[in-house]
């Protein structure tokens, strides 16, 4: 594109037009420039000024041609068909490319050199520091669970940090850029800010030292409100309506408003958080809060909805906020819940009521901890059975809303996974060790700071059985399917899925391959965040290779098989087992889901005249009846496919068909 000096005819005009510049030799202008389009500018340093030949067409139909009016601009470069317009103090030291709109804003500008908030520490889980986690444009949830929660590693921690800051000061700049189809509208400072493309920026209060990755397939939107410091935002986030961010990573495709406030926070991929506060917390993805009453402070969580008045304490008066804690993958806590920090909760649970004690349930998967006077009662494994676990387990692949190219975080939604199997297996030694050492006549069982109904303990074993089953019989369909029904090939074909498996918050991987990672970071045969996440990427590619081996293994232990002489008859047997697992499971959510339809549902339908007569019509038309409710139709079909899956392995095993 050429560019060329005003001529004394051009800049004579542009004086006529209201225009001024500390030195009119240090502006360049584009050969098609119309200069009618420039007007009531002040131009300092070095600037630069494309063509103006399109308008846009705004909301509400009215169009505005491109141009400059009323702003002062210092050492900026204007791409082609921009609109800048009513700055009220003053742009300064920015790149604004192509197609780029710009109103009714106070100040924008790059002082000194910048890294636009990469590089920024971030304090998780411990407000005094200790697990800080160093954000950047390329942050993953499982590159920041290494650093935050492998402290012990401090080898580890020192090459993850210097990768790190190698990508910050390879962003670092004396330069700011609003890059191509970018909106800026009503918006008060921006300082130290990068724009990606077709970001759009609407009635922001202050953003300062901080990226917005914006794409033009999957866009971000800031709104009215808004305050970001030291910040990074990807592709596809809304952050809008006052919200206010200290210190903050968001993640892919999340939605952050209604005035929430948050400082010190990592969130990840398709989390939601409105009206409430977050400090200090490691929100993994589909991390949801919506209610005003609500903290989340010192925790990590991930699929994790939290209810009305959720609250947390990380310390004790005593040396600070020093304690943290975790709800594992899929918790959720009821409306006015408390858990006293440091505390552990498994994966899948719910938690109801004050909880003191410190409880550490972590291998007690799909649990119900309530609250009685005082004391914390588990109810091992009832979650399996409960429609919400599985709906939210449906809903959570349907809620990705990440543009399919270029996801940062790997997800696995998979409810029923050797990290939670491996936990329910020890779930359920436990409670059949409990049996044992206190009698199966005992009415309730001490487990840690809590306890155990005779019943519940009885329940869970069933639960935790049937889970099994129905995982090891899923595993081993598949891979019959997937071996044509060639028993000789039943072998796992690697060993790299033994041994325990780990949540990096949303990727499932065994924890040998994570281990190796680690070594081959530490000892530098890994050196970039790109083969990192490539090497992240390759685990879960693998997942379902990786599973069956270590499912091979617990199908051996759990029922007891000669690994090297496994029958037609085993097989034939755990098949029985699983279509009875899954048809039993099935059956327990299709009782829950009736609740939903019973009487007591139907209390407040039917307000006027004859309630008794009214509140079934009202119920059906608002609600539908049960037999044709979706979820109810789900189930019902399951049980016949998974039966007639079953019948159908059965049959050629048994009669040598394969």
Same mark, same amino acid.
């Given at each position: 594109?050429?560019?060329?000096?005003?001529?004394?005819?051009?800049?004579?005009?542009?004086?006529?037009?209201?225009?001024?510049?500390?030195?009119?030799?240090?502006?360049?202008?584009?050969?098609?420039?119309?200069?009618?389009?420039?007007?009531?500018?002040?131009?300092?340093?070095? +600037?630069?000024?494309?063509? =103006?030949?399109?308008?846009?067409?705004?909301?509400?139909? !009215?169009?505005?041609?491109?141009?400059?009016?009323?702003?002062?601009?210092?050492?900026?470069?204007?791409?082609?068909?921009?609109?800048?317009?009513?700055?009220?103090?003053?742009?300064?030291?920015?790149?604004?490319?192509?197609? +780029? =709109?710009?109103?009714?804003?106070?100040?924008?500008?790059?002082?000194?050199?910048?890294?636009?908030?990469?590089?920024?520490?971030?304090?998780?889980?411990?407000?005094?520091?200790?697990?800080?986690?160093?954000?950047?444009?390329?942050?993953?949830?499982?590159?920041?669970?290494?650093?935050?929660?492998?402290?012990?590693?401090?080898?580890?921690?020192?090459?993850?940090?210097?990768?790190?800051?190698?990508?910050?000061?390879?962003?670092?700049?004396?330069?700011?850029?609003?890059? $191509?189809?970018?909106?800026?509208?009503?918006?008060?400072?921006?300082?130290?800010?990068?724009?990606?493309?077709?970001?759009?920026?609407?009635?922001?209060?202050?953003?300062?030292?901080?990226?917005?990755?914006?794409? $033009?397939?999957?866009?971000?939107?800031?709104?009215?409100?808004?305050?970001?410091?030291?910040?990074?935002?990807?592709?596809?986030?809304?952050?809008?309506? +006052?919200?206010?961010?200290?210190?903050?990573?968001?993640?892919?495709?999340?939605?952050?408003?209604?005035?929430?406030?948050?400082?010190?926070?990592?969130?990840?991929?398709? +989390?939601?958080?409105?009206?409430?506060?977050?400090?200090?917390? =490691?929100?993994?993805?589909?991390?949801?809060?919506?209610?005003?009453?609500?903290?989340?402070?010192?925790?990590?969580?991930?699929?994790?909805?939290?209810?009305?008045?959720?609250?947390?304490?990380?310390?004790?008066?005593?040396?600070?906020?020093?304690?943290?804690?975790?709800?594992?993958?899929?918790?959720?806590?009821?409306?006015?819940?408390?858990?006293?920090?440091?505390?552990?909760?498994?994966?899948?649970?719910?938690?109801?009521?004050?909880?003191?004690?410190?409880?550490?349930?972590?291998?007690?998967?799909?649990?119900?901890?309530?609250?009685?006077?005082?004391?914390?009662?588990?109810?091992?494994?009832?979650?399996?059975?409960?429609?919400?676990?599985?709906?939210?387990?449906?809903?959570?692949?349907?809620?990705?809303?990440?543009?399919?190219?270029?996801?940062?975080?790997?997800?696995?939604?998979?409810?029923?996974?050797?990290?939670?199997?491996?936990?329910?297996?020890?779930?359920?030694?436990?409670?059949?060790?409990?049996?044992?050492?206190?009698?199966?006549?005992?009415?309730?069982?001490?487990?840690?700071?809590?306890?155990?109904?005779?019943?519940?303990?009885?329940?869970?074993?069933?639960?935790?059985?049937?889970?099994?089953?129905?995982?090891?019989?899923?595993?081993?369909?598949?891979?019959?399917?997937?071996?044509?029904?060639?028993?000789?090939?039943?072998?796992?074909?690697?060993?790299?899925?033994?041994?325990?498996?780990?949540?990096?918050?949303?990727?499932?991987?065994?924890?040998?391959?994570?281990?190796?990672?680690?070594?081959?970071? $530490?000892?530098?045969?890994?050196?970039?965040?790109?083969?990192?996440?490539?090497?992240?990427?390759?685990?879960?590619?693998?997942?379902?290779?990786?599973?069956?081996?270590?499912?091979?293994?617990?199908?051996?232990?759990?029922?007891?098989?000669?690994?090297?002489?496994?029958?037609?008859?085993?097989?034939?047997?755990? !098949?029985?087992?699983?279509?009875?697992?899954?048809?039993?499971?099935?059956?327990?959510?299709?009782?829950?889901?009736?609740?939903?339809?019973?009487?007591?549902?139907?209390?407040?339908?039917?307000?006027?005249?004859?309630?008794?007569?009214?509140?079934?019509?009202? =119920?059906?038309?608002?609600?539908?009846?049960?037999?044709?409710?979706?979820?109810?139709?789900?189930?019902?079909?399951?049980?016949?496919?998974?039966?007639?899956?079953?019948?159908?392995?059965?049959?050629?095993?048994?009669?040598?068909?394969?």
């Amino acid at each position: 594109m050429a560019y060329r000096k005003l001529t004394d005819k051009e800049i004579e005009q542009l004086e006529n037009q209201g225009c001024t510049a500390q030195d009119w030799e240090r502006i360049s202008i584009n050969e098609k420039l119309q200069l009618k389009y420039v007007r009531e500018a002040h131009f300092s340093g070095e +600037c630069t000024i494309g063509t =103006f030949e399109k308008s846009f067409t705004l909301a509400g139909g !009215i169009q505005k041609h491109s141009g400059v009016n009323h702003a002062t601009l210092h050492n900026v470069t204007i791409g082609d068909n921009c609109y800048i317009e009513n700055i009220k103090n003053y742009i300064a030291n920015y790149d604004i490319e192509n197609d +780029c =709109f710009i109103e009714n804003c106070d100040t924008i500008l790059v002082d000194g050199v910048t890294t636009f908030g990469n590089g920024t520490e971030v304090a998780v889980l411990n407000e005094t520091g200790g697990r800080e986690v160093t954000i950047h444009n390329k942050l993953t949830a499982h590159e920041a669970y290494m650093v935050a929660m492998y402290r012990h590693r401090s080898q580890l921690i020192s090459r993850l940090k210097e990768m790190a800051d190698e990508y910050a000061k390879s962003q670092a700049s004396d330069r700011g850029r609003i890059s $191509e189809h970018s909106l800026i509208v009503d918006t008060g400072y921006i300082k130290n800010v990068y724009v990606g493309p077709y970001t759009k920026i609407e009635g922001a209060g202050r953003l300062k030292n901080g990226s917005i990755m914006s794409r $033009e397939e999957s866009i971000v939107h800031i709104g009215y409100g808004v305050i970001a410091d030291d910040f990074i935002i990807q592709d596809g986030s809304t952050v809008e309506d +006052c919200t206010t961010l200290t210190r903050c990573y968001v993640g892919q495709s999340c939605a952050m408003g209604h005035s929430y406030s948050a400082s010190d926070s990592l969130f990840f991929c398709n +989390c939601q958080e409105e009206n409430g506060e977050a400090c200090a917390i =490691f929100a993994g993805p589909f991390t949801v809060t919506h209610h005003k009453s609500t903290l989340l402070i010192a925790g990590m969580f991930s699929f994790m909805n939290a209810g009305s008045g959720s609250n947390q304490s990380n310390h004790m008066y005593k040396l600070g906020p020093i304690h943290q804690g975790a709800l594992e993958r899929g918790a959720k806590t009821s409306s006015d819940s408390y858990i006293l920090w440091p505390a552990r909760i498994g994966a899948f649970s719910l938690v109801m009521g004050r909880h003191t004690t410190n409880p550490d349930t972590s291998k007690m998967p799909f649990s119900y901890l309530i609250e009685k006077k005082g004391v914390t009662y588990i109810a091992p494994a009832v979650n399996l059975r409960s429609v919400g676990t599985i709906r939210d387990a449906q809903k959570w692949p349907k809620r990705d809303k990440r543009c399919p190219n270029g996801r940062l975080d790997m997800i696995n939604f998979n409810l029923l996974s050797p990290y939670t199997i491996d936990k329910m297996v020890r779930g359920l030694s436990i409670l059949q060790e409990l049996k044992k050492l206190s009698g199966a006549t005992s009415d309730t069982y001490a487990y840690q700071s809590a306890r155990i109904t005779s019943s519940s303990l009885n329940k869970g074993e069933v639960l935790y059985k049937m889970a099994i089953s129905k995982f090891l019989g899923n595993s081993l369909i598949s891979r019959l399917e997937n071996i044509n029904g060639n028993i000789d090939r039943l072998k796992p074909e690697t060993n790299d899925g033994a041994g325990d498996w780990l949540d990096l918050s949303g990727l499932i991987a065994p924890h040998a391959l994570v281990s190796k990672l680690m070594d081959d970071i $530490e000892n530098k045969t890994i050196n970039s965040l790109e083969s990192i996440n490539a090497r992240l990427a390759a685990m879960h590619n693998a997942y379902y290779e990786l599973e069956w081996t270590w499912a091979y293994q617990l199908m051996v232990e759990y029922y007891h098989l000669d690994e090297e002489n496994i029958t037609k008859e085993d097989l034939i047997n755990i !098949i029985r087992e699983w279509k009875k697992a899954v048809v039993g499971l099935d059956e327990m959510l299709y009782d829950d889901a009736r609740k939903e339809f019973s009487m007591t549902a139907r209390t407040g339908f039917g307000f006027d005249g004859q309630a008794s007569k009214t509140a079934k019509k009202d =119920f059906e038309q608002v609600r539908g009846d049960f037999e044709s409710n979706t979820f109810v139709s789900a189930v019902k079909e399951h049980i016949q496919n998974k039966t007639e899956l079953a019948d159908r392995w059965l049959l050629k095993l048994s009669d040598n068909t394969l």
